[in-house]
């Protein structure tokens, strides 16, 4: 009904109205709802490309259970008052959960992924994961398990030997090379099937087609993540906020003279 909460089988008419490439505007004048409503709804569950009615679904249960559970605190350990906006920090850690959910993770995995994405020191305790994904530790610890087993976290221990579980920055290098020897044993299984159906087959010619573009785009990954590695352990060059404090008559660019 318009004004109400979204029903599952209107975001499966969302994600069919855009598989059909609809108009924001046509979509809710089907579901006899406001064009906003829709925008929304889309914009906040991966955008037009990543939308999925199953995964909204779930991402709005999981508001309405937060929204449901006793208030956190504002500003636990993990989550210090540096003047972020807390409603954005959470949208966002959202978001970012739900795109790793459509790249294959389950919820608890992808929720535990962000929040150590999302920690300013890079690693936190399972009672701090815990307590800000305010889930079980049971929970945790199979999520962690999970992620630890891709190589996806690494596990340290701090001053206290307490076990922290830390974002490694070369996950992204290991699932690029993953995917690239994912996709090499595609095309090694498929060149197996050419030499059964026949290269002269339909079949046969299919599959070498198949074979053959694997291997190319394996090479191109593998190529492109060995050149690209150096990036994940390069800061990021940002421009001043304001004009820099300090001299202001040259002598830091003509440090040389004299």
Known sequence: ???GRLTQQERQQ???GLADDLAYAEIARRLDRP???V???VMRNGGPA???ADLAQRATEHRTHRRAAPPRDPHPADRPDDGRDPGAVDAFEEAITTVFMQ?????MPARVLAALLLTDSGSLTATELARRLQVSPASVSKAVAFLDEQSMIRRERDERRRERYAVDDEIW???AVASAHANAAVAATARQGVAVLGST???GTRLENVARFLDHLSEMLLRAADQSRDVLFTKPVREPDGPAEGPTDGSAEGSTDG
């Open 14 to 16: 969302i994600a069919l």
């Open 103 to 107: 790249s294959g993770l389950s919820r």
């Open 39 to 41: 925008t929304r709804e």
């Open 35 to 37: 064009t906003s409503t």
């Open 1 to 3: 009904m318009p004004g």
């Open 201 to 203: 087959s339909p079949a």
């Open 50 to 52: 990543g939308y999925r």
């Open 173 to 175: 290098y290991q699932s």
